[in-house]
């Protein structure tokens, strides 16, 4: 106490062993406000969209933000741009996506946060909200189960987590779903390859996933989850996985769509 009081000589010794019991002792240092008021000051929570500070009641995304995302409403219409991606390609029930995001943009930011920036618990967040979305059709609401694309072990190993598991969480817990994330497994780290032929494509994607369990998703709706869709191709291999070796209806929904 000593030592506090000539390191900071301009208060007084009974304010400091006040400051000193009530952090360490009573309270623990992340409860008291002092604490928290430091730490807003010196390492302020910021929107991952917009940079704008974030108020007490705001988690990874202000408000305005997140009531501005540009929402595709895919759900409501089943004949959309991202089923279409998918059309003559594997047998899917229903697709859709959150938001829309191009190259650069505000939106895109928050995708790029929540796969190379730790920010995993944003993904549960945006999921959450995507997840009241979703529960607005009945062809989302007939979901069984909710499964995320799944990393080769090494890349989740390296990354630290699996930013789809995060999404998917959010929309399990919100849509009251069952979350599966030991049946389907990728076992091989071979990246998926779209400027194949469909044969081709279909050999490139035999052995790249797998179901531990296939009778597990037996006579289920399964969503799948990813962060974003782009071309594609890792979605329609988990999809082609699923509906081959087991008797599974599939849908899928992303966050974003390019
Ligand atoms: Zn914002």
Redesign the pocket.
């Known amino acids: 106490m000593a030592i506090l009081a000539c390191l900071f000589p301009k208060y007084s010794v009974n304010l400091i062993e006040f400051i000193f019991t009530e952090c360490l002792t009573k309270q623990g240092v992340m409860n008291l406000p002092i604490f928290n008021y430091l730490t807003e000051l010196f390492f302020p929570r910021l ?1 991952v ?4 500070r974030l108020i007490e009641q705001e988690q990874w ?2 408000l ?2 997140l009531h501005h995302i540009p929402r595709t409403n895919f759900h409501l219409e089943p004949d959309n741009r991202v089923a279409q991606i998918f059309y003559g390609r594997v047998k899917l029930e229903f697709a859709t996506s959150f938001f829309y995001f191009s190259k650069g943009s505000k939106y895109q930011s928050l995708l790029h946060a929540l796969k190379y920036k730790g920010m995993k618990e944003l993904g549960a967040e945006i999921g959450k909200h995507f997840g009241i979305d979703l529960m607005q059709s009945s062809d989302f609401l007939s979901v069984d189960v909710i499964c995320p694309v799944p990393l080769h072990p090494q890349k989740e190993k390296k990354r630290g987590y699996n930013q789809s598991w995060w999404v998917a969480s959010g929309i399990a817990l919100q849509m009251q779903k069952e979350l599966s994330d030991d049946n389907l497994k990728r076992v091989t780290a071979t990246e998926t390859q779209t400027r194949k032929s469909r044969f081709e494509r279909w050999q490139n994607v035999e052995g790249i996933f797998e179901l531990s369990h296939p009778d597990a998703f037996a006579g289920k709706h399964i969503l799948l989850i990813d962060d974003v869709v782009t071309t594609g191709a890792t979605l329609e291999a988990c999809a082609q996985t699923i509906l081959s070796q087991t008797d599974a209806r599939v849908s899928i929904a992303t966050l974003g769509t390019a």
Do not use: A, F, Q, S
């Not at 969209?49 to 704008?52: L, Q, Y």
């Open positions: 929107c969209v917009c940079g704008d995304i202000c305005h933000c």
